[in-house]
């Protein structure tokens, strides 16, 4: 998976989040999107995922040799964030199937050994509303990190997550990198150590308008 943003911007009522971003993001790579809190990444990345409609410049995806509609990039996307929620009414066996049916999990992973990895068993038959939070994290992300999806997007993905998951975290993207686009939006250099690539979203702020 290849996106080449041209000139991207957004925008919210008159103020610019970020502006002027020209930028390519080559299949195999990992970049980390950083910045202070409140300065767009989590915009930044929502609009290089087709989610939000950036307000100026262009955004190409392009995957095994063709163009990708934006309308086509939700089955080639993994997303972990803070803000996406879990189906909580559904017992963890009943939400992994549910999620498989529209997002595969990786070739040779299945959902109970997806269920293992999480260190989750004894919870299989669990509603998640009654998962802790890190419980709830660990959960996205290896709903994210092990679907079968070349673009893999996470937002501060050690939200809620103690020592013990941070090593989890980190165990688990390292063995799940290989032949994706990873995109990392953080501000904590334990979540995107991995990264071989940094934009700094203040570098395409109001200041870069033209």
């Not at 000139?7 to 919210?12: D, N, Y």
């Not at 930028?23 to 290089?48: C, D, E, M, V």
């Not at 990873?182 to 203040?202: D, K």
């Amino acid at each position: 998976m290849q996106i080449e943003a041209t000139g991207l911007g957004k925008r919210f009522h008159r103020e610019w989040i970020f502006r002027g971003l020209t930028h390519r993001f080559a299949p195999g790579t990992a970049t980390a999107i950083l910045g202070p809190n409140g300065a767009g990444k989590s915009t930044l990345l929502n609009t290089l995922s087709g989610q939000l409609l950036s307000s100026e410049g262009t955004l190409t995806y392009s995957y095994l040799g063709r163009n990708v509609p934006v309308e086509e990039i939700p089955p080639l996307l993994a997303y972990c964030a803070p803000y996406l929620e879990l189906i909580e009414e559904l017992t963890l066996t009943e939400l992994l199937h549910f999620h498989t049916r529209f997002k595969p999990l990786r070739p040779g992973i299945s959902t109970d050994q997806l269920i293992e990895l999480m260190y989750l068993e004894k919870s299989r038959h669990k509603l998640v509303r009654d998962f802790s939070s890190g419980m709830k994290q660990r959960l996205k992300l290896a709903l994210a990190l092990y679907s079968h999806a070349p673009l893999l997007l996470l937002d501060e993905p050690t939200t809620n997550l103690d020592r013990t998951g941070v090593a989890w975290y980190q165990e688990h993207v390292a063995a799940t990198l290989a032949g994706r686009l990873v995109l990392v939006s953080s501000n904590v250099p334990e979540e995107y150590a991995f990264c071989t690539e940094q934009l700094l979203i203040t570098d395409f702020g109001a200041q870069a308008a033209r």
